[in-house]
């Protein structure tokens, strides 16, 4: 990527042609020829072993934590795990006065249960309709504040762009 040269340019949301439904599992959602051509392919042009997956469209911080170089394969099952996840009571909460947000979660629940059998809230119905994963990319100011007090930074946090 021209942007992020360290960021594999499949990735990168400056570069990158691949635009992933990340509600369907990465080898299923993406062409088998692209997916297999890419998926071995290490994320990060140095060996990176930690990478952070933030976003503006969720609120969960993604660890990627491997004792192998991470993949690009590992960086697209990674966001599409964790986006599969029941969204806890303590979250819900939170979004008492959000309605247009609760209104969003549940729509969206709502169609996936027309082919999923688990009804309940997944953090992927957090995102309505943008389950489009666009990229990464670095936005260093939301990073900043994004990151918890008291908690370590890590220096591959990177943002996911969703649509």
């Known amino acids: 990527s021209a942007k992020y040269p360290s960021l594999h340019h499949i990735l990168a949301v400056d570069s990158t042609t691949l635009k992933i439904d990340i509600r369907q599992k990465p080898r299923a959602g993406i062409n088998a020829s692209t997916f297999y051509a890419y998926a071995g392919i290490y994320a990060m042009a140095i060996p990176t072993y930690h990478i952070r997956l933030i976003s503006k469209a969720f609120p969960w911080s993604i660890e990627i934590k491997s004792t192998t170089p991470i993949t690009c394969e590992a960086v697209w099952d990674a966001l599409h795990s964790a986006l599969q996840e029941n969204i806890a009571d303590s979250e819900w909460g939170m979004l008492a006065g959000e309605k247009k947000l ?24 957090w995102l309505g309709d943008a389950t489009i994963f666009r990229g990464l990319e670095k936005v260093e100011d939301f990073q900043k ?6 908690s370590d930074p890590v220096a591959e946090t990177w943002v996911v762009k969703m649509s």
């Open 145 to 150: 504040i994004r990151l918890l007090p008291g």
């Open 102 to 125: 609760r209104e969003t979660i549940e729509k969206a629940a709502k169609k996936r249960g027309q082919s999923d059998a688990d009804k309940a809230l997944k953090r992927i119905d």
